[in-house]
């Protein structure tokens, strides 16, 4: 599987899609109705669309892992650029694919146990499926490098999970260590 960078807590893939074509559906979604607003205190501003996932964006990212389509995908626009408060994510849904439309996001990871810690950080961008490899442990913040972010968040099927180390699935690596 090509992979684009990847860590022991991480790893980015090429999206091999068409960026435009998604920001085009996205932005469609997002002028069809109120985006909803963030309760879960991850951030401030952030607005969300739920939608099923465009169709391309669906077989792309099934290469990789099987969907929770009880979920669908998340349209996920942080418009004042404010950023992603540290937090670890739940089990439910499964590992989220972030595949970032618009903006430079720079994450930072911290110590599971020490969550005051940061250990290492990564910027991604347009072009590029983003994935947190143990994130329901592991503690995760960010923040927008253009002041604005346009992405989609797509969740792995819990069950058949390959980026949690709690399934028969998981994958430590998928290409060579850095």
């Avoid at 999206?15 to 607003?37: C, F, I, Q, T, Y």
């Avoid at 951030?43 to 669906?58: F, G, N, Q, S, V």
């Avoid at 929770?68 to 004042?80: K, L, R, T, V």
């Avoid at 950023?83 to 996001?105: A, C, M, N, W, Y």
Wanted: charged share 30%; net charge negative; aromatic share 12%.
């Amino acid at each position: 599987m090509e992979i684009i960078s990847e860590k022991d807590w991480y790893v980015s893939f090429p999206l091999n899609l068409d960026v435009e074509e998604l920001k085009d559906w996205a932005k469609n979604v997002m002028a069809s109705r109120p985006g909803s607003e963030t309760v879960t205190g991850e951030h401030d501003t952030a607005l969300w669309w739920m939608e099923e996932p465009h169709p391309k964006l669906r077989k792309r990212l099934e290469e990789i892992a099987e969907l929770n389509d009880e979920w669908g995908a998340s349209i996920w626009e942080f418009a004042d650029g404010g950023p992603l408060h540290k937090h670890s994510d739940g089990q439910g849904r499964g590992t989220t694919f972030i595949t970032v439309l618009e903006g430079r996001f720079e994450i930072t990871s911290y110590h599971e146990k020490f969550p005051d810690r940061a250990l290492d950080t990564y910027q991604y961008g347009p072009g590029q499926i983003f994935v947190l490899k143990n994130g329901h442990r592991k503690f995760h913040g960010g923040r927008c490098l253009d002041g604005y972010r346009l992405a989609v968040a797509v969740y792995t099927k819990h069950e058949s999970c390959p980026f949690r180390d709690h399934s028969p699935n998981f994958k430590q690596w998928w290409g060579d260590p850095q």
